[in-house]
């Protein structure tokens, strides 16, 4: 059974950078084929896919975020981190990881609260 | 920049048959898109429905069905019941690791 937890900042002021940690079980990302998503979504606005990390660390980011976007992994750890530079209020959203199986993500972490103000 | 379009909001009288849209502001969905529809309830994360155009996720009921409509992905609900009250969204793939998610489709079943 695969699961996957976020974790990181609930606030966090404009212009700073967001950290946030995916930890996940139920696979490793080191097999051939594996990866992590990052999804967000800002309070009842639709899902926006972010970034992924491939297991031969390969990654991949939305065009229009790509500059303030990282990801990258801890393999030793389960876990993936995204971190997002330049915080904007604009960014407030609820911040899901997910397991990506080939085309699709067939199974998502319940999502962390980010709320970017002063 | 992809834009993929829902229709906002639909409605369906229960018991009833209901197809929701997914589509490329320029161009049409294809196969080689492989989307996928996901569910979710307000307040809670996103569950996968359907994948690979029209594969059901395990549990997924089979009165939900997805398809290739024309120049559009479709996910049809049929006996519409109250609990898919709720919010739809489809992704299709771009490739090299990419997506793009639709605006959302939020349904109401009355």
């Known amino acids: 059974q695969i699961t996957l937890k976020e974790s990181g900042p609930t606030l966090v002021k404009p212009t700073q950078t967001l950290t946030l940690t995916c930890t996940f079980s139920?696979?490793?990302?080191?097999?051939?084929?594996?990866?992590v998503a990052w999804i967000r979504q800002p309070p009842g606005k639709a899902l926006e896919w972010l970034a992924l990390?491939?297991?031969?660390?390969?990654?991949r980011y939305t065009p229009s975020l790509k500059s303030r976007l990282t990801i990258t992994k801890d393999t030793s750890k389960d876990q993936v981190v995204l971190t997002m530079s330049n915080m904007d209020p604009a960014d407030t959203a609820t911040y899901y990881c997910?397991?990506?199986?080939?085309?699709?993500?067939?199974?998502w972490g319940q999502g962390t609260l980010v709320t970017v103000s002063s | 920049q992809t834009v993929v379009t829902q229709e906002p909001s639909f409605s369906v009288s229960p018991g009833g048959t209901v197809t929701l849209t997914c589509g490329l502001s320029?161009?049409?969905?294809?196969?080689?898109?492989?989307p996928s529809w996901y569910q979710q309830t307000p307040g809670r994360a996103p569950r996968t429905l359907i994948y690979?155009?029209?594969t059901r996720s395990s549990g997924v009921p089979d009165r939900f069905s997805a398809s290739i409509l024309g120049n559009k992905a479709a996910l049809t609900i049929t006996g519409a019941q109250a609990d898919d009250e709720c919010d739809y969204y489809c992704?299709?793939?771009?490739?090299?690791?990419?997506?793009?998610f639709g605006g959302g489709t939020k349904l109401t079943v009355l």
């Open positions: 997910a397991h990506r199986t080939l085309s699709y993500f067939d199974s």
């Open positions: 139920g696979f490793s990302l080191s097999t051939t084929g594996a990866g």
């Open positions: 990390l491939f297991w031969n660390d390969d990654r």
């Open positions: 320029s161009g049409s969905v294809s196969t080689s898109l492989y």
């Open positions: 690979n155009i029209n």
């Open positions: 992704a299709l793939y771009m490739g090299s690791g990419t997506w793009v």
